[in-house]
């Protein structure tokens, strides 16, 4: 239990274009979701937590108009990078959390999605 | 802040070494301590947990001590194999209802030879 997808695994597009991922719950209702970056060699930086229905809560210095983070229903949340840029090459990697079925506050991994821009 | 530091990588051991990665915590009340792996490509995965004081966590031959008197949850295994390389990650959960956010470790790179 408690897998998390996410899709696509990888993308390439050019700079100048949008990409969508997409962070999936399967087999539990995820109440809050998580997005991460992770650079080459370094460790996941938190850029919003988002829950179910509302706006996402964005780290410091996240830009919330570059990444757009849509939590439509309880077992999808969405990053949009709006006009990606090569510097937005990177991994991204989305968790969950739910109340039922799981351990409560413990958050489940996606298995990341490499996104490149050229 | 909260914060979590472990001892820098990469680590390269010979198959059937022990292995130790350090880490230490810097948080208030009693966070949840944890591991999580990552192998090559994919994402994190938890390894082991904590949730209080003198608590050892194990799982695939890992262990951990939750020793609140040092503020570390040291990672060991007494046997290492080739398919252990990856990077491991140590992070804290601060204690408290509705607490979920994680604070993570830089992580250590394992590289194990045969």
């Known amino acids: 239990g408690a897998v998390v997808s996410q899709h696509p695994s990888w993308v390439i597009c050019k700079s100048g274009t949008s990409v969508k991922i997409e962070c999936r719950s399967l087999d539990f209702q995820a109440t809050t979701m998580f997005w991460y970056r992770q650079f080459p060699k370094q460790s996941l930086m938190l850029m919003a937590t988002?829950?179910?229905?509302?706006?996402?809560?964005?780290e410091q210095g996240v830009e919330k108009d570059k990444f757009l983070i849509n939590h439509a229903s309880l077992t999808l949340s969405t990053l949009t990078v709006t006009s990606a840029h090569p510097e937005d090459s990177s991994f991204y990697i989305c968790?969950?959390?739910?109340?039922?079925?799981?351990?409560?506050?413990?958050?489940?991994f996606g298995p990341g999605t490499r996104l490149t821009v050229t | 802040g909260d914060s979590v530091t472990q001892m820098e990588g990469p680590v390269t051991l010979s198959e059937e070494a022990c292995l130790t990665i350090n880490c230490t915590y810097t948080a208030t009340g009693y966070p949840s301590l944890f591991w999580y792996v990552q192998y090559p490509g994919e994402g994190l995965q938890l390894l082991l947990k904590?949730?209080?004081?003198?608590d050892k966590g194990s799982n695939k031959g890992f262990e951990a001590t939750y020793r609140k008197e040092t503020t570390s949850f040291h990672l060991e295994k007494g046997s290492v194999q080739v398919s252990d390389s990856a990077v491991y990650f140590c992070a804290l959960r601060r204690s408290g209802a509705g607490s979920y956010q994680l604070t993570f470790g830089k992580g250590t790179k394992l590289s194990v030879i045969p």
């Open positions: 904590a949730t209080k004081a003198d």
């Open positions: 968790s969950a959390t739910g109340l039922a079925g799981v351990t409560t506050y413990e958050q489940y």
């Open positions: 988002s829950n179910e229905g509302s706006k996402a809560t964005y």
